[in-house]
């Protein structure tokens, strides 16, 4: 499919493990973002990057969090020795370069349950 | 601090009538306001959006109207179709390109 796709869609992991989820940005979009929604709450914005520049980190909540993005593509979000508070739907978006760089485009999301 | 605000948690309409789902927010300095549509499992869905120079922007059934001097945007949904039920987020976007989104409303449109 053309949309953005996000793996796996459901992980469910132990206290103190690490997770790594990945996202597949829609071919052509140099914009890649990552949000979370924890149960009741809007969406967290975590980490965007785009094209080569410094990705804009402020969102992630802590040190336990990271991201990369290889090749300017696809995007891997660490999170290290998972805590229960970290369990919720992590979200994926691209967007076009340009004037329209604000409509972004959304994964389905990775469900996260730490135990 | 809660920048992006929809009040209302839920609204239940009936299906050929007006929806309006409301927004407020407190940063003078967004310069683009989006509303997103989520079904249960799925990533939201980009809907309509309107640039902050703009009062009013229409797309089909769906129209988003700006009041910048009450910081407050709403989206008219006319006229309603059970399709149109999920959840919907506000969103704005700031100087550094990340979308700041409410929390949600969820809209239930009875046949």
């Known amino acids: 499919g053309a949309g953005v796709s996000q793996s796996p869609s459901n992980k469910v992991t132990e206290k103190g493990k690490d997770v790594e989820l990945r996202c597949d940005p829609i071919?052509?979009?140099?914009?890649l973002y990552w949000y979370r929604q924890s149960l009741g709450q809007g969406l967290e914005f975590l980490i965007y990057?785009?094209?080569?520049?410094?990705?804009?980190k402020s969102g992630l909540p802590s040190d336990r969090f990271s991201a990369e993005r290889t090749g300017g593509s696809v995007s891997t979000l660490t999170i290290q020795r998972t805590q229960q508070e970290d369990s919720a739907v992590y979200l994926c978006?691209?967007?076009?370069?340009?004037?329209?760089?604000?409509?972004?485009?959304f994964g389905p999301g990775t469900r996260l349950t730490v135990t | 601090d809660q920048q992006v605000k929809q009040n209302s948690p839920s609204l239940s309409v009936q299906e050929g009538r007006i929806s309006i789902l409301n927004c407020d927010y407190t940063?003078?300095?967004?310069?683009?306001f989006l509303w997103y549509k989520k079904y249960p499992a799925e990533g939201p869905t980009f809907l309509i959006s309107?640039?902050?120079?703009?009062d009013k922007n229409e797309d089909g059934r769906f129209t988003v109207f700006l009041n910048k001097s009450a910081k407050h945007l709403s989206l008219h949904i006319v006229p309603s179709q059970p399709g149109d039920s999920a959840v919907y987020f506000c969103?704005?976007?700031?100087?550094?390109?990340?979308?700041?989104f409410g929390k949600g409303t969820l809209l239930t449109v009875n046949p």
């Open positions: 940063n003078s300095m967004f310069d683009y």
């Open positions: 978006a691209s967007s076009f370069p340009g004037t329209r760089a604000y409509e972004q485009y």
């Open positions: 969103a704005a976007r700031g100087s550094n390109y990340k979308l700041t």
């Open positions: 071919s052509g979009h140099t914009a």
């Open positions: 990057f785009q094209g080569n520049s410094a990705p804009d």
């Open positions: 309107i640039s902050s120079i703009k």
